[in-house]
C-alpha cells in the first residue's frame, strides 16, 4: 500500500491483552462499527464507509458514517469521519445507505437520514473535492431530503437505499427497504436528473409476514460467467439474472432471492418464494450485507458486518465491539440456482509458512494435528474423499432444520459418516475448541451433505453465546470431493463449504487457545473412515491498518 504522509501506524494494544482483535479482518481501532456503507472503488481507490459510534463502544441510534480507504483491500488506512448528523435531514442519525458513480465518473452517494421528527429519510451528498484521491470530505446536498417518508409507512421504517442503475430510457432507478403490517416492501423509485425521485406505483417486490426488509441490496449476475456485472448493465438479453438481497430484520438473516428483472414492466419475478428457508449468504453471524462492482477486476464483491458474542461487559472492557467480514467475490454458480462466494485473491499477498499434504486416511475417531502455522492466524483449505457410502445413515424424516440437527448432533455425537472436519482453536487437550465439520447422510436414494459450526466447546467463559449452526451443502459426495475453506483469525472463523455454496461465520472467545496456544487438527469422529485428498494451510501476516491525523 502507499504511505500517506501523514497516515501512522496505529498503537492498537499487544495481542496478549486484546486477544480477540483480529489481524486481517477490518476493524477500525476502536468503538463500536455495524453495517457496512457505500464501498466502491473509484479511480483505483478501494472506499469503504461503515456506521459509527464515536463515543464508544455500544451502539447509538445517533450513528455516523466512517470512512477507510485502501488499495489493495486488505490493508487499509483509517481517515476522518466522513458524516455526521448536524441537519434537519439526518439530525437523529445517519443510517446505511450506497454509492453510485455517475457518467463522467463522478461519486454520489444516498443514505437514510433521521429527520428531526425522528422520520426516516433517504439524503444525497457528493466528494467535495474529486482530485482528492481519499475523497476525503463530502457536501451533504442543500435540497434533502431527496425521497420523505411515504404517508403509509411508519417513520422508523424506510430505510437504505440501494446503488442505483441507470435504464435505457435514460432514468435512474433504486430501491429503499420498508415494511407495512409485517409485509416486507422494497420500493422502486425513478428518476431524470437523480434529484427530483419518483416512486412507482408498486414496488419491486414484497412479501407478506416477512416484516421489515432492511440493507437491500439489487444487483445483476451472469448466467455464464464468474466475473462480476455493473449495476448499469444495459440490453444483457438473456446473459443475466438479478439478486435480490433482503436483510430481515426480525430474523438478523441476510437472504437472497434469484430472478429476472424486467425495466419495461418495473418488476421482478423471483425463481423461488421467500420463506425462512430461503438461500441465506451466511448461515453464521453475517449481517446487513453489501455489495459492489469493481471495474479494476470486473469483478463483484461483499462485506457484511459480523457482530460480538460475548457479553456487554466484556465490549465495554474491550472498548471496540463489531468486525468486518473478509471481501468476498460471488457469481452464479453454474446450476444458475445459487450464488458462489469465496474470498478475494488478494487474500493471498497475507499467505505465509505454508504446509501441505496429499492422501491421508483417518480412521473413525482420529484427529491429525496440522503443524508448522500459526493456528489462530490462519487460511486452511481441506478436501474429503469419502468411500463405501451405501454404508450412509438415513436422514430421519423430522430432521428438517439443518441447523437444529447440527445442535441436537454436535461434534461429540459420533454417526457413520462424520462428524469430520476441521477444530480450529483450539487447546492442545481439545478442552476448547471450534468445530467446522460434515456428516452426510442417505434420503431417497441420494446423499445429503450437511455442514455444521459448534461453537459449544468455544471457549472457557461463561456468559457468551455458544451456538451451533448449521446448513446443507447442495453437493453429491458420489462425484465431487468435499471440500471446505476456513479464516481463522483470532475471534472470528469463515467458513465455506463446497467451494463457496454454503457460507459459515462465527465468533468465539477463547481463553486458552490464544495467540501461539491455540491448535488446529483435521479429524473424523464418525465410525466409517475418510480420506483428506488434499489440504493446504498458511500463516497469515497481520494486514496494516493505518489512521491518518486529522
Not at 495481542?15 to 463500536?32: G, K, L, V
Request: include cysteine.
Amino acid at each position: 500500500m502507499s504511505n500517506s504522509s501523514n497516515a501512522s501506524e496505529s498503537l492498537f494494544p499487544a495481542t496478549s491483552e486484546q486477544p480477540y482483535r483480529t489481524a486481517f479482518h477490518f476493524q477500525p481501532p476502536q468503538n463500536w462499527m455495524n453495517d457496512p456503507n457505500g464501498p466502491m472503488c473509484y479511480n483505483g481507490v478501494y472506499h469503504l464507509f461503515y456506521q459509527y459510534n464515536p463515543f464508544g463502544p455500544l451502539w447509538n441510534l445517533r450513528m455516523y458514517w466512517a470512512h477507510s480507504v485502501s488499495h489493495d483491500l486488505i490493508n487499509w488506512i483509517h481517515l476522518d469521519l466522513a458524516f455526521a448528523p448536524t441537519e434537519p435531514f439526518d439530525i437523529n442519525g445517519c443510517l446505511s445507505g450506497s454509492a453510485t458513480v455517475l457518467p463522467g465518473n463522478k461519486p454520489i452517494m444516498l443514505y437514510t437520514g433521521i429527520d428531526t421528527e425522528n422520520r426516516q429519510v433517504q439524503n444525497l451528498a457528493v466528494p467535495k473535492d474529486l482530485s482528492d484521491p481519499y475523497l476525503r470530505e463530502w457536501v451533504k446536498h442543500t435540497g434533502n431530503p431527496i425521497i420523505s417518508l411515504p404517508e403509509e409507512i411508519q417513520p422508523d421504517d424506510f430505510r437504505d437505499p440501494t446503488t442505483t442503475w441507470l435504464e435505457e430510457d435514460g432514468t435512474w432507478r433504486l430501491l429503499v427497504g420498508s415494511q407495512k403490517d409485517k409485509t416486507g416492501i422494497a420500493f422502486l423509485y425513478h428518476s431524470g436528473d437523480f434529484v427530483n425521485w419518483t416512486k412507482s406505483d408498486s414496488p419491486l417486490h414484497k412479501v407478506s409476514g416477512t416484516g421489515m426488509w432492511e440493507c437491500v441490496d439489487f444487483f445483476p449476475v451472469w448466467v455464464d460467467s464468474t466475473n462480476g456485472v455493473d449495476t448499469s448493465i444495459i440490453n444483457p438479453s438473456n446473459r443475466v439474472k438479478h439478486v435480490l438481497k433482503l436483510g430481515i430484520q426480525d430474523h438478523g438473516k441476510d437472504c437472497y432471492l434469484i430472478g429476472k428483472y424486467s425495466a419495461d414492466k418495473e418488476n421482478y419475478v423471483p425463481e423461488d418464494e421467500l420463506t425462512l428457508s430461503t438461500l441465506r449468504l451466511d448461515y453464521g453471524m453475517y449481517y446487513a450485507s453489501k455489495s459492489f462492482f469493481d471495474p479494476v477486476k470486473n469483478r463483484r464483491i461483499m462485506t457484511a458486518w459480523v457482530n460480538e458474542s460475548d457479553s456487554e461487559a466484556d465490549v465495554i472492557a474491550r472498548g471496540w465491539s463489531g468486525v468486518q467480514s473478509f471481501p468476498r467475490s460471488l457469481w452464479l454458480d453454474k446450476n444458475q440456482k445459487q450464488l458462489l462466494q469465496w474470498p478475494i485473491e488478494e487474500i493471498e499477498m497475507l499467505h505465509q509458512n505454508e504446509v501441505s499434504f496429499h492422501n491421508k486416511k483417518l480412521d473413525g475417531g482420529s484427529s491429525l494435528e496440522v503443524l508448522g502455522i500459526t493456528a489462530s492466524q490462519a487460511d486452511v483449505k481441506i478436501s474429503f474423499k469419502l468411500a463405501n457410502l451405501e454404508e450412509a445413515e438415513e436422514l430421519d424424516p423430522s430432521w428438517v432444520d439443518p441447523q437444529l440437527i447440527c445442535s441436537e448432533n454436535d461434534a461429540s455425537k459420533k454417526g457413520k459418516f462424520g462428524p469430520f472436519g476441521l477444530l480450529a482453536l483450539a487447546s492442545s487437550d481439545l478442552r476448547e475448541q471450534t468445530a467446522i465439520f460434515f456428516r452426510v447422510f442417505r434420503k431417497n436414494g441420494r446423499y445429503v451433505v450437511l455442514m455444521c459450526s459448534d461453537q459449544s466447546r468455544s471457549s472457557m467463559k461463561n456468559g457468551i453465546e455458544k451456538r451451533t449452526y448449521g446448513a446443507f451443502v447442495d453437493i453429491d459426495p458420489q462425484q465431487d470431493e468435499i471440500s471446505l475453506r476456513t479464516l481463522i483469525d483470532h475471534s472470528i472463523v469463515e467458513s465455506f463449504g463446497g467451494r463457496g455454496k454454503t457460507c459459515i461465520t462465527t465468533r468465539v472467545y477463547p481463553t486458552l487457545a490464544i495467540g501461539e496456544q491455540a491448535r488446529l487438527f483435521a479429524f473424523n469422529h464418525g465410525t466409517e473412515s475418510v480420506e483428506i485428498s488434499e489440504l493446504s494451510a498458511w500463516s497469515m501476516k497481520k494486514a496494516q491498518m493505518k489512521v491518518e491525523e486529522p
